[in-house]
T-cell receptor, first 113, second 110 residues
């Protein structure tokens, strides 16, 4: 089955710096890769996603890149702000057949003012 | 629009007591449904998933069970809770792509 690994487990940056979180997956049939943000005590919420037919996607300060050959994808946050502080999860699933959604172990991002 | 309801929000239960957490989805039919557990400061561990009524797949051996008695209802149960069952339980449904989570249940077994 699918296995998703995520690094680093914690990341501390200064406000305005960039942050990068990396994930690898094992199932070559996975073709949908979302990223979720979870604030303390709250439910995870989707912030950006990418499909296997695309190599990069941007949404304002957030971008995701995908390398299907190497089976890894990354989240990039530029110009970080204190409100970006949260736990970020990557995930992988198939878009057809049974769509089991497997998450990485999470990255705690702390943005210091 | 689709919504997902999960209750209760918090629960304190003694060791050995039973558990029943309920999740319902509105605004969609035949959703893929999931139960995840998140231990304090940890990741999202997939416990069970379901593609339809009565169809349950278990990811991790444990003393929990799940049932799907109706298309949009997913229940997480235990006959006898253990201390290690404490955590934040999240129900989720997934359409074609994005998954949506319920508010979560913070379970403390004492």
């Amino acid at each position: 089955g699918e296995n998703v690994e995520q690094h680093p487990s914690t990341l501390s940056v200064q406000e305005g710096d960039s942050a990068v979180i990396k994930c690898t997956y094992s199932d070559s049939a996975s073709n949908y890769f979302p990223w979720y943000k979870q604030e303390l005590g709250k439910r995870p919420q989707l912030i950006i996603d990418i499909r296997s037919n695309v190599g990069e996607k941007k949404d304002q300060r957030i971008a995701v890149t995908l390398n299907k050959t190497a089976k890894h994808f990354s989240l990039h946050i530029t110009e970080t702000q204190p409100e970006d502080s949260a736990v970020y999860f990557c995930a992988a699933s198939r878009n057809t057949g049974f769509q089991k959604l497997v998450f990485g172990t999470g990255t705690r991002l702390l943005v210091s003012p | 629009s689709q919504t997902i309801h999960q209750w209760p929000a918090t629960l304190v239960q003694p060791v050995g007591s039973p558990l029943s957490l309920e999740c319902t989805v509105e605004g969609t039919s035949n959703p893929n449904l999931y139960w995840y557990r998140q231990a304090a400061g940890r990741g999202l561990q997939l416990l069970f998933y379901s593609v339809g009524i009565g169809q349950i797949s278990s990811e991790v051996p444990q003393n929990l069970s799940a049932s799907r008695p109706q298309d949009r209802q997913f229940i997480l149960s235990s006959k006898k809770l253990l201390l290690s069952d404490s955590g934040f339980y999240l129900c989720a449904w997934k359409g074609l792509e994005e998954a949506f989570f319920g508010q979560g249940t913070r379970l403390t077994v004492v």
